[in-house]
């Protein structure tokens, strides 16, 4: 669950330094990853914003962040070029649950093909947020933007859900979907809590 930040945040000379130190950490694809997974991604972990729970940072702070995916991303864009493979590299900037913001590069057969299977292409009419993310240091026309709806997900067999866990799940509004996984009937319980903006390099 996404917490919106109520609490005081004491140190913010120090937290700025976090995104660093977390940009720091991961400008160098896994590579190991991209070819027994089928895929490479970063997550966004940075304290408090990810402990225990996860919370939403005031919008200045993240586009600090935004920054510091988009360098991601262009490192990795190099070194995926190097790489000599197909690849579809991709900026996820989720909205309002900004911390849920990742860079992906997925294995694709051929150049130019688009792995979109991750979420939902959602059917709201929905601009681009481009005041709230605008910044002097990046420039976000850079990439294409495709919306898609940000979901939490939980599946009924796959997780050997109780009773007592889907009634739960019914009381915090999450709705019941059939679904098909590796040839398998499966019971999905959705709720949709914003939406995923999803940027390729134009």
């Known amino acids: 669950m996404i917490h919106t930040n109520r609490k005081k945040i004491r140190g913010w000379k120090r937290r700025i330094g976090h995104v660093d130190s977390w940009f720091h950490t ?60 197909p690849f579809d590299l991709q900026i996820w900037l989720n909205d309002p649950n900004t911390i849920r913001s990742q860079v992906v590069c997925a294995k694709v057969e051929r150049t130019g093909i688009k792995r979109d ?32 709806d940000d979901e939490d997900l939980r599946f009924k067999n796959i997780e050997e859900l109780s009773c007592e866990e889907i009634e739960e799940l019914r009381k915090l509004g999450f709705k019941t979907e059939e679904t098909v996984i590796n040839g398998q009937s499966e019971t999905m319980y959705t709720r949709k809590v914003g939406h995923v903006w999803i940027g390729r390099e134009k």
């Open 117 to 148: 299977n991750y979420y939902r292409q959602s059917k709201d009419n929905v601009e681009f947020p481009t005041l709230k993310w605008k910044s002097k240091t990046y420039d976000l026309s850079r990439f294409e933007w495709t919306l898609y």
């Open 26 to 85: 991961y400008t160098t694809p896994d590579f190991k990853s991209f070819h027994s997974r089928g895929e490479d991604y970063v997550k966004v972990r940075i304290n408090p914003w990810n402990r225990l729970c996860e919370r939403v940072p005031p919008n200045w702070y993240f586009r600090l962040i935004v920054q510091r995916l988009i360098d991601i991303h262009d490192h990795w864009k190099k070194s995926y070029d190097v790489l000599k493979e």
